[in-house]
């Protein structure tokens, strides 16, 4: 079945940067789009970028465009999503997800 485990969030200050790294397998990883969301607290999930097969074509939310890069290694089925210029807002556990599936998440927390 569909496995994901991210990993890489923490504690960072405003303006620092993190890259969180997202493990998959159980399923043929080079075929599919990944995608990260977000979830803050008390808020709903949202969706913060899309990266297809090949590597190619990406989408970001507008309130991350310039300061996120989401990129994939189909060799190491591995999808990162590198986070830069972080603000407190940014504060939420940050989760993939491919075919209905998701990982735990990785907490990140931006606080001076």
């Known amino acids: 079945q569909v496995q994901l485990v991210e990993s890489g969030g923490g504690l960072v200050q405003p303006g620092g940067s993190l890259r969180l790294s997202c493990a998959a397998s159980?399923?043929?990883?080079?075929?599919?789009?990944m995608n990260w969301y977000r979830q803050a607290p008390g808020m709903g999930r949202e969706p913060v970028a899309t990266?297809?097969?090949?590597?190619?074509?990406?989408n970001y939310a507008d309130s991350v465009k310039g300061r996120i890069t989401i990129s994939r290694d189909n060799y190491m089925n591995t999808v990162y999503l590198q986070m830069n210029s972080l603000k407190p807002e940014n504060t939420a556990v940050y989760y993939c997800?491919?075919?209905?599936?998701w990982g735990r998440g990785t907490q990140v927390t931006v606080s001076s």
């Open positions: 997800g491919v075919l209905g599936s």
């Open positions: 159980g399923f043929t990883f080079r075929t599919y789009s």
């Open positions: 990266i297809r097969s090949s590597g190619s074509n990406r």
